[in-house]
């Protein structure tokens, strides 16, 4: 069963090698982990961007599951290429997990970078928009998404000591996965 | 023919106004406009946060496509909830299009908020991680969804003087929706 390994570790300065360290955790679970670097692409390509969108969308299309890192990643969320690519599993009905290496909740996070008031009982942020404060570590529509369809975030009890490389929480939900991929069809 | 008006809009103070100004738009050009605001939600129910993403997925479900306003919110890219819907809409095989009143490109937001270098010649933040410098409004997936499924996205000379209430280029991608929607079918 495929795994497709969805994150913003591609833009990490060892990006390959924590792709393969994910793959090697995936194949010991017995899993084939799919990550967007191997696919190959000519990046000095007046279209390696487009390049790179459709062999991120084959992959997904040949896996039978998503395992996305939803760390917090240049702002308050998760990185919007996952989210996509979490969003475009869903829709696929796709075994969807995630997990994130910042335990925190959405609203703390942004309470970091801005002061917040309330308006009519609910948290605004400077700019006087809403702030999503459900008790949710990201956006609803992703942590519903990975409940509804696959198994709840995975999170650690703290933050991972170095967010981008700690793969605790990633192998948790390796084990998820394989446990759900590879389980034997329920008597009826 | 109906369309998921997808957006940070549901977080502005005047949310429900905002909905309704382009339900009227897509209805001038002969759509029928979702806003998930129309979905009625218990926001004091325990479950309000899952009662929001079931309604939300039941809109796009029903949608023939999306529009998404991909304008940048609370950091340098798209709302994580919009993204989510845009991959969603893209995996459904949906008319996918989308708008950001903010025509500057992604690398260049990320360079005000932090200060880049490059390493190996590609443009790293202050943390080390990549940032992606395709010439592009936002990341690559979203972009390239919009190339794929549906028009290229829609964003003005300048960026709006009110980005969250000017609706010029959301009217853009009604007008776009409408000529691909109800156009008669080509002649064999």
Redesign the interface.
């Given at each position: 069963m495929k795994v497709y390994l969805a994150g913003?570790d591609?833009?990490?300065?060892d990006?390959i090698d924590v792709g393969r360290r994910k793959v090697e955790l995936c194949a010991r679970h017995g899993l084939t982990g799919l990550y967007p670097l191997d696919n190959v692409i000519d990046l000095a390509a007046a279209d390696?961007?487009?390049q790179?969108?459709r062999g991120?969308e084959a992959m997904m299309n040949e896996a039978d599951a998503i395992i996305a890192n939803l760390t917090p990643?240049?702002?308050?969320?998760?990185?919007?290429?996952t989210?996509?690519?979490?969003?475009?599993?869903?829709?696929?009905a796709k075994l969807c997990l995630g997990y994130s290496n910042d335990p925190s909740l959405y609203a703390e996070r942004?309470a970091r970078i801005a002061e917040l008031k309330t308006?009519d009982g609910r948290l605004?942020?400077a700019q006087?928009?809403?702030?999503?404060n459900?008790g949710?570590a990201?956006?609803?529509?992703?942590?519903?998404?990975l409940?509804?369809y696959g198994c709840p975030l995975v999170v650690p009890r703290q933050a991972a000591e170095d967010i981008w490389h700690d793969l605790t929480s990633f192998e948790a939900c390796v084990r998820l996965a394989a446990k759900r991929l590879t389980a034997p069809p329920a008597l009826s």
């Open positions: 913003p591609v833009f990490l300065p990006a390696a961007s487009l790179i969108y991120n990643f240049r702002g308050p969320g998760a990185d919007a290429g989210v996509y690519e979490l969003g475009y599993m869903a829709a696929r942004v308006r605004i942020d006087g928009l809403t702030v999503e459900f949710l990201d956006n609803l529509m992703m942590i519903h998404a409940d509804l």
